[in-house]
């Protein structure tokens, strides 16, 4: 709530870095609301050095509240006049109508002057009703969108609705889902994990294998549904009236579709009802984010439904061990990647609200790297009036909490403002907009793409006591599960194509939800990809007999991949394809390296050009196995 008065104007260089605290203070409700003795809360958060941001790298002495001498001033002076600006206004309309000019402390005129006053008021009377008029009307209809989130947030409280959550999602599997990907973490520097190396736990874990199972097994997106009658496909043909039973589970919005092969009519019902959409499994946007926030809701996870003005809805969930809210998008699986929208999808955001049971947030500014451009196109109601409306809305709600629970979200209002007025910063691959915290939830995610980022791997097989007796070594990877089974050692399953590589830069997996298709794939933006397997058998004492491999490869334009083996004394190309080829070549050895290099393809997305392990998303299939018979080697001579 306090960015928009902060980067509203870009005005003077101020000389200004520390400031007394006094009853100027006072004045901070009116943009944010704090509970009894919360200033001193709010210096006691600020005070530890290095927590966050350049402000909360200052000091604080009892009197003087001071930034560092490397600190930006610019966002200070912002405030600073936006703050004057507004006091002014409000002393203004307080004491009547005046001809003499508004300043700042500094002389620096807030308003017009009474010769601009004298000259304009004939012509803004009018301009002033009309666009009071406006404003009055889109103010309405924006209050209305906010008692609308707020009602719905509601509803995810309700137990009998979050039993049924609990009963519909596989509970056991999901934790045990995130118990393996903690585990594979745990691998990882703990440094380089998560926010400032706080690193993720459990929940955070469980949290991207519900997004998964979500996404993956659960719910389906509906464009136009399938007729009903033959299974055709139809078209839309504009709303259908609601039936009482519609209306029962707010069905308000029904839409209707005609067979393009039998004429027959399909209805499709908006039902914003989240116990029944547990039941139907279908929607867009809406109906993916009013269930998948219930089922975090129903899982114990602090939850928000977050409404995007321009036609977008996606969750948070708070994480304890990063402590801030994170980004969920349940119709991308998407987490932790909050400029997604901006930069990835290219859309001119304005108002982003979030709501949760505890609160209600303007929370636009976590979504974008573009301040002041979002700011320009905010114009359906004035910032001043969705500031002192949602402090009215958060005081409401602050007023029934207890004090405990009320010094909790104190800090953490204060730790998501410091957030939210933090520039972003991000590329192409690092949707964040985090300079710290991104690598462990990528990892989670399998996104890693390996190099400077990623934890060093190293990783040789080795023949198991249970191969060396059967002298046969089997291994298979499954891009659609991202999972290894050792066949030749009591089927082991090994979750992550990151986790058995000896070496990788510039791979990462990539799920194409719209084609329901995997690969792994160069990193955006990359040149070069290379990943590779080591296996050796030396001291087992074993060579190998024969050897079968399947490299399954997909290249477009002039995408190229290159399989490269190399053995104790030479290295040889090999051709990828669907089968398994017999390499003679291998027999003998003991011991070698498998390596893929990926380069070429042509304009932005080269990198799609070139794909390992291609298949759908069901697929049972291992487009990528090695197969050993082994053999004890022979004395020389």
Partial sequence: MLTPRILKLHRQFLKLRSSRINKAALNFPKLLYWPPGALRTFLDVLRPAGIYTELLRGHCDGEYLSLPQSAALSPLATMKTQLETERAVVQKSASGPSMNPIVSSDGVPLGPTSAQQQGAAAAEGSQSVSRSLNFNQSEIAFYQKLESGIQRVQTYEDQRLQLKALQTMPVRQLQEEAAETLTQLKEVDDTKSGDNGKSLDIKD?????????????FFRWMDAPSCRQCGGKTSFHGNDAPTPEDLRFE???????????????????????????????EGRCGEWANCFTLCCRALGFEARYVLDWTDHVWTEVYSDSQERWVHCDPCENACDKPLLYELGWGKKLTY?????????????????????????RRTECRESWLVNTLYNLDKQKWSAMPEAKQ??????????LVELITPKKADGQNLSGRTTGSMAWRLARGEIGGGADSPPQQYIFNPTPEEITQQRFHVSYSCAKNEYTRNSDLMKKTKGFQTLVHEFSNIFRKEEHDWKMVYLARTEKTDKGEISWKFDFKESGLVIDSAELRLDTATYHTGRVIWTVCNEDTCFLLTGG??????????????????????????????????LFRQSLDDAACPFEVKLKLSAKKPSN
Wanted: charged share 25%; hydrophobic share 40%.
């Fill in 251 to 281: 069905g308000n919005r029904v839409e209707k579709y005609r067979c393009d092969v039998c004429g027959e009519f399909t209805r499709f019902v908006r039902y914003n009802d989240p116990g029944k959409l547990l039941e139907t499994r």
């Fill in 578 to 611: 669907p089968s398994l080829q017999n390499v003679l070549a291998l027999v003998g050895v003991s011991s070698f390296t498998l390596t893929a290099t990926l380069t070429g393809g042509e304009g932005d997305i080269a990198w799609q050009h070139t794909q």
């Fill in 352 to 376: 982003v609200i979030a709501f949760s049971i505890d609160d209600v947030e303007d929370v636009t500014w976590r979504y974008s790297a573009n301040f002041e451009e979002t700011l320009k």
């Fill in 407 to 416: 010094n909790v979200r104190l800090k953490r209002k204060i730790a998501e």
């Fill in 205 to 217: 874990c469980l949290v991207l294998a519900l997004l998964k199972w979500f996404k993956n097994s």
